[in-house]
T-cell receptor, first 111, second 112 residues
Framework: GENVGLHLPTLSVQEGDNSIINCAYS??????FIWYKQESGKGPQFIID?????DKRQGQRVTVLLNKTVKHLSLQIAATQPGDSAVYFC??????????FGPGTRLSVLP | NAGVTQTPKFQVLKTGQSMTLQCAQD?????MYWYRQDPGMGLRLIYY???????DKGEVPNGYNVSRLNKREFSLRLESAAPSQTSVYFC???????????FGQGTRLTVV
């Protein structure tokens, strides 16, 4: 994965606002993408996935957008809550290859 | 269902000591993986097992060995621990192609 050093990018949002977390992926052959949430001291937890034949997928309070032209993935969280504070990272996968994980973005929800 | 279970949760080793990290999944998944997570970096693949009876090197295999004991269990062994192996280790399992990876809670390893 890409090495961005010791400090993760941080996104700070007010409670109740919408959050948008971005991810640039590297392999144009990737056809499956996942967003994970990782709380401090815990393992990554699946949030939502999307396949390359789609450009948008919605879950409960979350939406993933995929732009294959510019190899960009975003996660939108509606009405962000304190419990959403965590590190979020994307994963990409191409056929016959293993997952490649991004370094993550730390989401901080302000009261 | 417990999902993916890793033991131990924490471990401190002295340089040169050996240990085995255990992982078991109860979801009947075919593929299992070992990753390490270091500050500010994405998960890096150490070894994986695409199916029972097979294992392959990932991105950072040096200093590690693995055993796919059966379909449920996939262990990671450090034969001679080094400070550079201080990290958080995650085990994961996957059912099939284009399905999500399920992760364990991690093992925080410190080598002094």
């Amino acid at each position: 994965g890409e090495n961005v050093g010791l400090h993760l990018p941080t996104l700070s949002v007010q409670e109740g606002d919408n959050s948008i977390i971005n991810c640039a992926y590297s392999n144009s052959a990737s056809d499956y993408f996942i967003w994970y949430k990782q709380e401090s001291g815990k393992g990554p937890q699946f949030i939502i996935d999307i396949r390359s034949n789609m450009d948008k997928r919605q879950g409960q309070r979350v939406t993933v957008l995929l732009n294959k032209t510019v190899k960009h993935l975003s996660l939108q969280i509606a009405a962000t809550q304190p419990g959403d504070s965590a590190v979020y990272f994307c994963a990409e996968k191409a056929y016959g290859q293993n997952f490649v994980f991004g370094p993550g973005t730390r989401l901080s929800v302000l009261p | 269902n417990a999902g993916v279970t890793q033991t131990p949760k924490f471990q401190v080793l002295k340089t040169g000591q050996s240990m085995t990290l255990q992982c078991a999944q109860d979801m009947n998944h075919n593929s299992m993986y070992w990753y390490r997570q270091d500050p500010g970096m994405g998960l890096r693949l150490i070894y994986y097992s695409a199916s029972e009876g097979t294992t392959d090197k990932g991105e950072v295999p040096n200093g590690y060995n693995v055993s796919r004991l059966n379909k449920r269990e996939f262990s990671l062994r450090l034969e001679s621990a080094a400070p550079s192996q201080t990290s958080v280790y995650f085990c994961a399992s996957v059912k099939g192609r284009n399905t999500e990876a399920f992760f364990g809670q991690g093992t925080r390893l410190t080598v002094v």
